[in-house]
C-alpha cells in the first residue's frame, strides 16, 4: 500500500478514523449501558468490553495530554506547575482520605488507602505532563 503524501488526503483520513473512533465508542457505551439496566454495576464491569474502554480511555486521555503540552505557550515553567499541581493533588488526596475515614463503616486505614490510591492515581499524569514540558522546553532551547 501507497503510504499517503497528499495533506487533504492525511487529513481526511484522519477525521474518518475519529469518526470511527467516536461510533465505536458509542457502541461500547450502549452495550455496556445495556448491561448496566439489565445486570447492575457489578455485571457491567465483568463485561470485557469495561476493560477495552477503561483502557482505550487512558490511552485516549494520556494522547490527548500530549497534544496539549505541545500547544501550550511557552511561557508555563514545567517546575512551578508542577509544585502547584502536587500541592493541589495532596490537598485533594488529604480530603478525601478524612471523608473516608470520618464516613461510617470504614477506619482510618481506610481513608489513608483510599487517599493513597488517589495520590497515586494523580501523580502518574501529573508526572507525564510535567516530563512533556521539560522536554519541549529543552527542545526549545537547543532552537
Known amino acids: 500500500m501507497k503510504k499517503i503524501t497528499d495533506e487533504r488526503l492525511v487529513l481526511q483520513n484522519l477525521k474518518n478514523i475519529r469518526i470511527a473512533y467516536i461510533i465505536q465508542t458509542v457502541g461500547i457505551l450502549g452495550i455496556l449501558g445495556y448491561d448496566l439496566v439489565t445486570k447492575g454495576l457489578d455485571g457491567m464491569r465483568e463485561n470485557p468490553l469495561w476493560l477495552v474502554f477503561m483502557i482505550t480511555t487512558v ?5 490527548s495530554m500530549s497534544i ?10 514545567p517546575q512551578k506547575s508542577l509544585s502547584i499541581s502536587l500541592v ?23 481513608g489513608v488507602i483510599m487517599g493513597g490510591i488517589l495520590f497515586i492515581c494523580g501523580l502518574i499524569p501529573i508526572v507525564y505532563i510535567y516530563n512533556l514540558r521539560t522536554k519541549r522546553q529543552d527542545e526549545n532551547i537547543e532552537e
Not at 59 to 63: H, Q, R, T, V
Not at 69 to 76: L, T
Not at 103 to 108: A, Q, R
Open 68 to 77: 496539549s503540552a505541545d500547544h501550550e505557550s511557552n511561557k508555563v515553567n
Open 59 to 63: 490511552i485516549s486521555a494520556y494522547l
Open 88 to 110: 493541589v493533588l495532596v490537598l485533594i488526596s488529604t480530603v478525601v482520605g478524612l471523608f473516608v475515614s470520618l464516613t461510617d463503616g470504614f477506619t482510618i486505614i481506610n
